[in-house]
């Protein structure tokens, strides 16, 4: 639709409908589980750290579009990089996703910019950010991360009825 | 399901003007995104009339003071104008007694009020709460709480696939350990109107006291607590077209007086020295310290704006609206409602295939349209019914069908995207 602000983008509609690199790996050297008690969305990130580089990622879930393509898009960015870049990389996603920095100020983003839309909708903000927790708690041994975690700076309930 | 099998094309039922009552409520002339505003949001809280707000403004600007306290003029103005809002709310549920009717800050309160006033003193050890799947929240945990700190044991009744409680489950349920019911009158997520008063009559027979959530009840149709023979009955005044930080509890007289208080301090007392504090009389009892004044005149002229529509009038033109919803989406290829039961109000939860209700909730709502998604705080409900979340909408009074057009037409334009 032709919403200039639209977060549903070609590129998000198809990664939410054709996820990569979905599924589990026989036997991760990191892996962690990530869960939005709010909305009830969980993903679980396996990785294969080798000693230079990510060698393998992968995800699965069940979750809105939003999450489902961010976790993709995640995977497909990050396998091939050495931890620290993977690091950056978190960093600077969850900076522009929690509008801390604009897209043009995180210079590794690249396609990932197409989820700069959400920090104007701030329910929708854990959705994209999510994977990104769900692969920082893989890389530092914690096995189920949650984005109602204390240092969430968007801690923007769903609401109530 | 006969209800929403019946064809019904008539744009709103007869006598019922929803373009005149629209244009009581401003905040329906917004635009969201461009787009008029289209609010089904009315389960979570519902809008504000201006002949509400102006009484707002109207005790603001010329009525306030504390109340219970002072001599002086505003004093006494301010305290009659809360009692009478009292009555006002006694009318508008038929309680017999001014006094059954307590001021709380809304349903969740007027339920805590319960566990900690009936339940902490008459319910104990091995004791047996019954509650149902249906519930919100805020008729759980209050119990969950209660049956952690007794040793008391919660038996929940069942639902079938529609969205019903099973009836002959519940009867299933009493023993002689039962000390209370708590059930919903209407169900948030799902619509469900419940037998309550069969429900109460069963529970009574058995010596067993019936706690009804109302919440979901109260905006939809005319409660007759008497007629119901409930013991307490909540709801809350933000989803009654009046200010948040108000609710209601009525509870049955002989019961409120055997009740411990809830809060402790000013106003809930007669005196008070440090060996013995005497407790002042019902409902005072149950309101400790300054209560919210204005928002209960308000709600009072809430349920004066309702009462002079109808609710007879108002339950009749929100079940046209869910029913011409509902046929709508039921001829649409890859969108199910959840929650099909026969006797339904105001609440359409659906389903689109492939898209999760995050998304729908988003998209919707750069149609302008406001809809729920997510559990609606009764998670029990979503498990049983193995759906994550829904989206849902909830109806007004103040609704069109040319609402309801709006919102079909924002489902389309959601599944052109997904597919
Ligand atoms: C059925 C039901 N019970 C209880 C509540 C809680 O009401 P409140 O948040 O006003 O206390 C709600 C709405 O949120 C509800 O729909």
Known sequence: ?161 | MSAIQTTLKSRSTPAFDVERIRADFPILTLKVNDKPLVYLDNAASSQMPQQVIDRLVRYQTTQHANINRAVHYLSEIATSEFEEARRKLQHFINANEEREVIFTSGTTDSINLVMHGYGRKFIGAGDEIILTTLEHHSNIVPWQMLAEEKGAKIRVVPINDAGELLIDEYEKLFNERTKFVGVMHVSNALGTINPIKEMIAFAHARGVPVLVDGAQAAPHMKVDVQDLDCDFYAFSGHKLCGPTGIGILYGRAALLENMQPFKGGGDMILSVTFEKTIYNTIPHKFEAGTPPIAAAIGLGAAVDYLSEIGMDAIAAHELALLKYASEQINAMPGVRIIGTAEHKAAVLSFAVDGVHPHDIGTLLNQEGIAVRTGHHCAQPVMQRLHVPATSRASFAFYNSMDEVDALIAGIRTVQKIFT
């Open chain 1, 1 to 161: 639709m032709a919403n200039y602000k639209s977060l549903y983008q070609e590129v998000i509609l198809d990664h939410n409908k054709k996820p990569r690199n979905y599924g589990t790996i026989e036997s991760p050297s990191h892996h962690a589980v990530g869960h939005n008690p709010l909305c009830g969305d969980h993903i679980s990130v396996d990785v294969v750290l080798g000693d230079e580089r990510i060698n393998n990622i992968a995800f699965q879930g069940e979750s809105c579009a939003i999450c489902k393509a961010s976790a993709s898009m995640m995977t497909t960015a990050i396998k091939g990089k050495t931890r620290a870049e993977a690091e950056t990389l978190i960093q600077e996603f969850l900076a522009m996703a929690t509008g801390k920095l604009s897209h043009d100020a995180c210079p590794n983003i690249g396609r990932l910019a197409v989820f700069a839309g959400v920090s104007d909708l701030p329910t929708r903000v854990k959705c994209a950010i999510l994977p990104w927790h769900t692969l920082s708690g893989a890389f530092n041994a914690v096995a189920t991360t949650s984005t109602e975690s204390e240092d969430d700076p968007m801690h923007a309930p769903i609401g109530d009825a």
